[in-house]
């Protein structure tokens, strides 16, 4: 069965540092990846997946099956990114999405 | 920009009682999921739906739950006799296709089970 961890529940950073969200996932197939944000009062919203290979916000994220994570990095965080962030996996084929217990993103001023 | 919705936001019932919650798809959206987050922990997959039928479900999905289509715009979760731990966050998604596609997910629906 799939399964992705996401260690920290929440992650507290100082507008302009680094931020990186971390994710592990194991699955015996060929996954895919997402990370899919809440931002306060709203609803879950796809970020972005690893096979668009694209930034989003800023945001970046590389899929390295050597070391099954798919880790969500920005080089300067920005007030706006405070929100709840989930990674997901859904394995290739498939429909229904596993996620992550989420890591709060807190960026301070 | 189109967005699934639900009603209501808020629900609350005695254990034992059925409740039915409601979602809207998007309008060309052909799949539709059910997922569920009980406060504190991660959001899990309940059952996806295609073509006027379940196409997967989770091992949470049992009897006392069922999906429908009743008409062309609806799509319904039914808990039959509701238990204190159904109490959760049901969230309703749609996607264009199935795999590859981006799901779309709604506000929500909070359960209280009293």
């Known amino acids: 069965a799939q399964r992705v961890t996401q260690p920290e529940k929440l992650l507290s950073v100082f507008k302009g540092a680094p931020v990186e969200l971390k994710c592990n996932y194991s699955y015996s197939g060929s996954p895919e990846l997402f990370w899919y944000v809440q931002y306060s009062r709203q609803r879950l919203q796809l970020l972005l997946r690893?096979?668009s290979r694209e930034s989003i916000k800023g945001f970046t994220a590389d899929l390295n099956k050597g070391e099954t994570s798919f880790h969500l990095k920005k080089p300067f965080a920005q007030e706006e990114d405070s929100a709840m962030y989930y990674c997901a996996l859904r394995k290739g084929g498939g429909n229904k999405l596993t996620f992550g217990t989420g890591t709060q993103l807190k960026v301070e001023l | 920009e189109p967005e699934v919705t639900q009603t209501p936001s808020h629900q609350v019932t005695q254990m034992g009682q059925e409740v039915i919650l409601r979602c809207v798809p998007i309008?060309?959206?052909?799949?539709f999921y059910w997922y569920r987050q009980i406060l504190g922990q991660k959001v899990e997959f309940l059952v996806s739906?295609?073509?006027?039928?379940?196409?997967?479900k989770s091992e949470i999905f049992d009897d006392q739950f069922s999906v429908e289509r009743p008409d062309g715009s609806n799509f319904t979760l039914k808990i039959r006799s509701t238990k204190l731990e159904d109490s959760a966050m049901y969230f309703c998604a749609s996607s264009e296709e199935s795999y590859s596609y981006e799901q779309y997910f709604g506000p929500g629906t909070r359960l209280t089970v009293t």
């Open positions: 739906f295609y073509n006027n039928e379940i196409s997967e």
């Open positions: 309008s060309n959206h052909l799949y």
């Open positions: 690893h096979i």
